[in-house]
């Protein structure tokens, strides 16, 4: 479970990124983070990841307080989530095969056992046929394809993504997106921040609006719907 508890997060005495977040997410949740450039969805990501802390208030993960946690024991936390970044960031001097191996390499185990899981996983995600290419051989859904294979790779209970459709076509969007809940169907909790208008309406998942660092709106199954600067909806 995950949980913010009052959190906010400030960089500087002026500029607050996130204001009074409570909200809870459960076990094998999918949920979209909607709102505009800058409202705090990226902040709430790295928050989870133990990228940054939040100035006030709790994040809480299966019990464990981020903001008190050790610096030395972040990485069992980082064994828990995974994370698909929009702009993928692959090592482009290593394969794809070498570039989802990773997350098994650092878990020490066995090169046998490493070569059937990335072999299992770039069948799952279409990319076995490639697994010796490079990613500038690729193209950015096959990047992307490649950076949720590295992602997964080692069983994580949570997968953040923000946004991972942001730099793809529509037909390849949907592709990533079919991944990520087929992700979702075998319990892992997903976060995606995105401003892909049609992913959010067509699925109809949870969707949490942030506008100005504020929780907005919390649907269950929500639609895509920002206040425009007049005061309504778009």
């Known amino acids: 479970m995950i949980k913010f508890d009052h959190v906010h997060k400030q960089y500087g005495a002026n500029n607050p990124a996130l204001r009074d ?8 949740e999918f949920v979209f983070l909607i709102g505009p450039s800058g409202a705090g969805k990226t902040t709430l990501l790295k928050l989870l990841l133990r990228d940054i ?23 069992l936390l980082r064994r828990k ?12 001097d290593r394969t794809v095969q070498e570039n989802v191996s990773i997350a098994l ?15 299992n996983m770039l ?16 193209s950015a859904g096959e990047m992307q394809r490649a950076g949720i294979a590295r992602a997964i790779i ?16 529509p037909k390849t969007a949907w592709e990533v997106l079919y991944i990520l809940q087929e992700v979702n169907k075998i319990g892992t909790t997903v976060i995606m921040a995105t401003h892909n208008v049609s992913v959010v309406n067509d699925l109809k998942k949870r969707t949490i609006t942030i506008v100005d660092g504020a929780v907005l709106a919390d649907d269950p199954k929500g639609r895509y719907h920002l206040p425009d600067t007049s005061g309504g909806e778009k």
């Open 21 to 28: 977040i409570n909200l809870t997410i459960g076990k094998g």
């Open 53 to 75: 802390v939040p100035t006030k208030g709790e994040v809480i993960v299966d019990d464990t307080n981020l903001k008190t946690l050790s610096a030395h024991k972040v990485f």
């Open 123 to 138: 069948s799952l995600v279409g990319l076995y046929e490639k697994r010796d290419l490079f990613p500038s051989q690729l």
């Open 105 to 119: 390499e650092i878990l020490n185990k066995k090169p046998r056992e490493i070569e059937k899981d990335v072999r």
């Open 154 to 169: 080692a069983g994580p209970k949570i997968l953040l993504a923000d946004e991972p459709t942001g730099n793809l076509d």
């Open 81 to 92: 989530i995974g994370m698909v970044f929009q702009d993928f960031k692959l090592l482009y």
